[in-house]
């Protein structure tokens, strides 16, 4: 077994101790509170748990696989979220072509570009080539109504769907010494920032929350579980340095980074949210809402978290 | 050898429809009706019944049978073989001076076969800016002779904007189908009444526009 591999299956059985625990608490709470009829608190929060049980084993199964099937995850993931976005944006009979390329030219494209390596026209793609493009095909059939809405909508829903999301797989192209064929940790890295950080949030928040952070955009969200479960997915990012090329120093300062992007993400995604009048982004993942709303802050940290690396960490 | 590829024929349009609509069901309190009903529905585009086919569990889909132009449904052989074979289709003839058969009366026969109709009383696509058209007066028709059946209002959201008339390339979106509470005829309620209060349940369904701040 590669030190690598080997990695990866602590990291694995690390994880499924935690979901493991998990299980048995939202059990116990079950069996403690719904004893007169159910808790609909405790119910969310053992579909969430069932659906992370879903998510981790699908993302092992991805790395098994390889970068083939971390591209392929991710792409599909892309999808599911062009496809929640697209569904809540103002769309016109004249936008059907643009957003036609928008899921079945643009999207492949840039995954194909990741799965080639071509780092060059891979950043540049859709922030140059498709923003060009999608207004080109609208203005097409001579429909003006709401025309600069409807193109700016159109290009966020890539921008925050495919661009961002597809940061996620390119940490996978990064060519770090001595960090040779482990890149796909690296992944892993960000994904358990991000998620945990989220989490730490909601429990700190359940706990200690009093202060409202921003009762406008998000009801749920505290200074205390801000504080908290920053600091505390920050302490576990460091901890778990020795999966990363960076120092336990280092580690930390990127997973601040990140979880302060991703809580950054949060706020503007649930802003898009009020706006459109939605409380959750789809249904996808019972429990949890639609694909955006599990990756909101995700998408935020991903690039970020993969040009800081690029240009301190990777030759490439 | 033909009932097989149109068995596989039906997996694959409602395994398409749900890949492309990630199409969820939103079912009424009283859930689905045991016996034979009418499902009626909004009518904006071809897939329409096949996205209510879609969320029905299966053991009642196979006995639901969509009500459908025949003069559209038979037009070529792969149309006939999709509506007919496939959709296992109730073909009515719109135009009154080529009917040989009495719509009312097809309808009616399949309802006491046990099956299940899926129904438009929009009577063709709605291509306007109204939510729904008027009523055709087919459904008052279909109960006046069987008043015991019951009455699904089913609304099919977002599937217009998946695929407009004359496109042929879908857009990926995320479609809701909205069962209500079966409604039945009241007892010598007129025919202008009844249409009135079946539009009104379907409209009923129908979420508010997505961006209206509610």
Redesign the interface.
Known sequence: MTAASSDLVTLVLGIFGVLIVASAVGYLLERRLATDGPNAAVENLNARIRAWWAMVILIGLAFIAGRVGVLVLFAFCSFAALREFITLIYTRRADHWALASAFFLVLPIQYYLLWAEEYGIFSIFIPVYAFLLMPIISVLRGDTERFLLRVAEVQWALMISVFCVSHVPALLTLDIPGYEGRNVLLIAFLVIVVQLSDVLQYVWGKLFGRTKIAPNLSPSKTVEGFVGGVASATLIGAALWWITPFTPLQAGLLSFIITLMGFLGGLVMSAIKRDRGVKDWGHLIEGHGGLIDRLDSVVFSAPIFFHIVRYWWSLS | MKALVAKVAAAAFVLFARAIT?V?AIWSEEGLPAKPCVYFANHSSHGDFVLVWAVLPPRLRHRTRPVAGAEYWLKSHTNAFIGRDVFNAVLIERDREKRTQDPIALMVSAIDDGSSLILFPEGTRNQTEERLLPFKSGIFHLVDQRPEVDLVPVWIN?LN?VM?KG?I?P????CTVTFGNALRIAPGEDKEVFLDRMRVALLALAP?P?????
């Open positions: 990630a969820r977002n904007r407009p496109e390339v857009i990926p979106l995320i508010k997505v961006g209206s701040g509610e």
